[in-house]
């Protein structure tokens, strides 16, 4: 594992860093950690069109779509006749 210093970083930016990873019951390293990992990962998956479609997939399986019961289809209308004054 490699290690990464931050200088100069807000007192602000600190304290709400301290905030968000007490909310979360974890330490700042942790908290930074996922910050980090969770960016990168978005980042990654926002190119992949395959990666999003199977997140897509796994959020909606088990939901029961295809026991789903389609409306019957109807003969579609006659379209205008434009031609007739």
Do not use: C
């Not at 100069?8 to 930016?13: C, E, G, V, Y």
Request: aromatic content about 2%; proline content about 6%.
């Amino acid at each position: 594992m490699s290690s990464i210093t931050i200088r100069n970083l807000d007192d602000s930016l600190k304290a709400s860093l301290r905030l968000r990873a007490a909310r979360h019951g974890l330490s700042m390293e942790q908290e930074v950690r996922n910050i980090l990992r969770n960016t990168l990962a978005a980042e990654s998956g926002a190119s992949s069109g395959l990666d999003f479609a199977l997140r897509i997939n796994q959020r909606v399986k088990g939901l029961g779509a295809n026991d789903l019961r389609l409306p019957p289809r109807q003969s579609a209308r006659t379209p205008p006749d434009f031609d007739q004054p």
